[in-house]
């Protein structure tokens, strides 16, 4: 007797947190208030009369212009948003997802899509991550309900890995190259793999048993070539680096990404997503001609009039960058492939099949960490004015009209910020100013041609936070003199000036930043001597025999699994 197991009926796994990315009419209200005020802070700022001297008054320009520009990119996307990409097609496939089966384990119920079977496998990219974390997940995978393939891609060529992968009943791969980075390790897979549909993980990203469930039904569509879920973290609270980055991802997620599904602008982030093979077939495979591999294939395929879809559902949770150094190469590398596409590619020619307004969400993506290089011009403008006496605006305006007009620009965004996430965190607010030399960095690195390794970025601390910080320290340095130099000068003057008060207030920003780094830095010591600790003991106790590590050209041509030739036993180890 068979029985039909519906996939809404299965519920032995707390529901996946989801963005709930509806507008709500007191949200509209306050974008549209926002939007006014920071239209009315244009005007005030460009009026003739109100200009100052020449050198603080441009660089208030260029980086408001900047700010400006995104602030009002970014509310127009989030007015536009739809509040749920799953019709009823959806839901109907969804119902129909999972064939009449008697099977007590869900992992081998089959998958059905257009009546038919549909395959499905899933994709772990693994480059050195600790073994624990790479467990955690491929464990997640193999649990994932439907019938699918588990495939752990690993770059880093890890016995230990392998040994997991093994234990777990996942399919191993390991490249002797590293070409195309990320893209070229899920290229590699993809010509092992023979499924319709795969899955591309990270290997710290944990997925939920319900993920092929949430995904597939959409692909009802055969335009669409992906479906995207957000990023979320569940290490916020271990690190002021780890709260700043969540939350400086949190308005992306659940406000813009959603709003950009009504241009078909939704982008890959890398992981967390479901492709069409066909769709990624059509395009060349995964681009490999940039460590941004994830928005240049978006690119690719909304070129090609593909389709996209972004699920406000959080379908996978993984581990957000801890330390100092994790986060700069997290950045440098996003920067560099948003960078990429303003400078290489031209999406306001004639030859881009883009829509305007997905060129407009491109341009937006591609400009938007000239956004986080604008607090470095606003940062030398209050010492200009103390050390030289150049003010941005013109004398006679008074304060309380300043701060009327400044109000309307950044308390509302402070407001529509608390009122979206339920608080404004200041460890987001110190991570936006101290950023702009990874930005300025990534900027000229695609300037000069500079190609950017990659390396993994995750939540393990591997050197000193202030190898990674020389610019941060050194103007949090320039800052703090000026502020003594300017407190002095008020005292002496008896007035109490605005350049003063937001020097101060730098410098506090930036101080904060410079005692997370302290803070990770000594429990970065404390870590060392524990370790150094356990050596020793681990050299007085008495040693067990070692096994003889696998290589890469011994992998017995029973472990290939079908579709994988003896060619490709000379290039890279394949076992199951």
């Known amino acids: 007797m068979t029985t039909l197991v519906p996939s809404l009926q299965v519920n032995d796994s707390p529901a996946p947190h989801a963005y709930a990315p509806e507008r709500s009419p007191v949200m509209t209200l306050l974008v549209v208030i926002a939007t006014v005020g920071v239209l009315t802070y244009t005007v005030f700022l460009l009026a003739p009369s109100h200009r100052g001297d020449a050198l603080p008054y441009l660089l208030i320009i260029a980086a408001e212009s900047i700010l400006v520009f995104h602030a009002l990119l970014s509310m127009w996307t989030i007015l536009s948003g739809q509040p749920d990409p799953r019709t009823y097609a959806f839901h109907q496939a969804r119902e129909k997802m999972y ?184 395009v060349g495979g995964m681009y490999t001609d940039s460590k941004s591999e994830d928005v240049w294939t978006s690119l690719m395929l909304h070129e090609r009039g593909w389709r996209t879809i972004f699920i406000p559902e959080v379908l996978a949770v993984g581990d957000a960058p801890e330390s100092v150094e994790a986060y700069s190469k997290q950045q440098l590398r996003w920067a560099t492939g948003g960078f990429e596409i303003l400078f290489k590619h031209r999406l306001f020619s004639r030859r881009s099949n883009l829509t305007m307004d997905q060129r407009i969400q491109y341009f937006v993506t591609s400009t938007f960490y000239l956004a986080g290089i604008a607090p470095l011009l606003l940062l030398v403008v209050p010492p200009l004015e103390i050390y030289f006496d150049l003010r941005p605006m013109d004398m006679s305006i008074s304060v309380g009209m300043w701060a ?65 910080m020389v610019p941060q ?50 429990a970065l010591r404390r870590a060392r001597i524990e370790e150094r600790r356990r050596v020793r003991r681990a050299k007085r106790a008495p040693t067990a025999p070692q096994r003889t590590p696998l290589t890469a050209l011994a992998a017995d041509k029973s472990t290939i699994p079908s579709g994988a030739t003896r060619r490709s036993n000379r290039h890279q180890e394949v076992s199951s």
């Open 404 to 468: 009327l007009f400044y109000a309307g620009f950044y308390v509302m965004q402070i407001v529509l910020a608390w009122f979206t996430l339920g608080s404004f965190r200041w460890e987001t607010l110190t991570l936006a100013t101290v950023s702009f030399p990874i930005y300025t960095k990534a900027l000229f690195n695609v300037l000069r041609g500079k190609d950017v390794g990659w390396e993994v970025t995750g939540s393990v601390k591997t050197r000193s936070p202030y190898n990674f």
């Open 99 to 282: 064939a009449h089966t008697t099977d007590s384990d869900s992992k081998r119920w089959p998958l059905t899509l257009h009546s038919r079977r549909a395959t499905v496998d899933v994709f772990i990219t693994v480059y050195g991550e600790p073994v624990e974390t790479v467990r955690r997940t491929v464990a997640a995978a193999v649990a994932i309900r439907g019938s699918h393939g588990t495939w752990v891609l690993d770059d880093g060529a890890s016995d230990a890995v392998q040994d997991v992968a093994r234990e777990l009943g996942a399919h191993y791969v390991r490249r002797l190259g590293s070409h195309g980075a990320k893209a070229g390790n899920v290229n590699n897979a993809l010509s092992l793999s023979r499924s319709e549909f795969f899955v591309v993980l990270d290997a710290d990203f944990v997925p939920n048993p319900d993920f092929i469930e949430q995904t597939l039904p959409f692909f009802t569509d055969h335009g669409l070539a992906f479906v995207q879920s957000p990023q979320a973290y569940g290490n916020a609270g271990t690190s002021t680096i780890a709260k700043g980055a969540s939350y400086m991802q949190a308005v992306f997620y659940r406000f813009i990404q959603p709003g950009r599904n009504r241009f078909n602008a939704a982008f890959c982030v890398g992981t967390n997503v479901m492709f069409r093979r066909a769709a990624i077939i059509d």
């Open 473 to 522: 320290m050194l103007f949090f340095a320039f800052l703090l003199l000026t502020s003594f130099v300017a407190i002095w000068r008020d005292i002496s003057n008896g007035v109490f000036t605005l350049a003063t008060a937001w020097n101060v207030t730098n410098t506090i920003v930036l101080g904060a930043f410079m005692l997370a780094a302290r803070r990770e830095a000594r």
